[in-house]
């Protein structure tokens, strides 16, 4: 059994910044690829950041410049900073490890 907790989700204004993070527990033996997709309402879910074990990165073009992913493995725990938040960056973010186990979602929102 895999558990992801994420934190760090809230209400922030536009141009403001939020760091997510995803501790993985449980069974997991070995960390492969960790990312952070979202969901607004109404769409359907949406890959935001992935990077590997080796460390290489890749982004949407929507907050490539604004977003960053990393990992610490002897945490197990991967992170988004989110930089120059958007209104359209509103969604529900959820952390994916080893392309399989998914987190329960942070709530995201970028109002004035």
């Known amino acids: 059994q895999v558990q992801l907790v994420e934190s760090g989700g809230g209400l922030v204004q536009p141009g403001g910044s939020l760091r997510l993070s995803c501790a993985a527990s449980?069974?997991?033996?070995?960390?492969?690829?960790m990312a952070w997709y979202r969901q607004a309402a109404g769409k359907s879910r949406e890959l935001v950041a992935i990077?590997?074990?080796?460390?290489?990165?890749n982004y949407a073009d929507s907050v490539k410049g604004r977003f960053t992913i990393s990992r610490d493995n002897a945490k197990k725990t991967v992170y988004l900073q989110m930089d120059s938040l958007k209104p359209e960056d509103t969604a529900q973010y959820y952390c994916?490890?080893?392309?399989?186990?998914w987190g329960q979602g942070t709530q995201v929102t970028v109002s004035s």
């Open positions: 994916n490890v080893n392309l399989r186990f």
């Open positions: 990077i590997s074990s080796g460390g290489r990165t």
């Open positions: 449980g069974s997991i033996f070995s960390l492969g690829a």
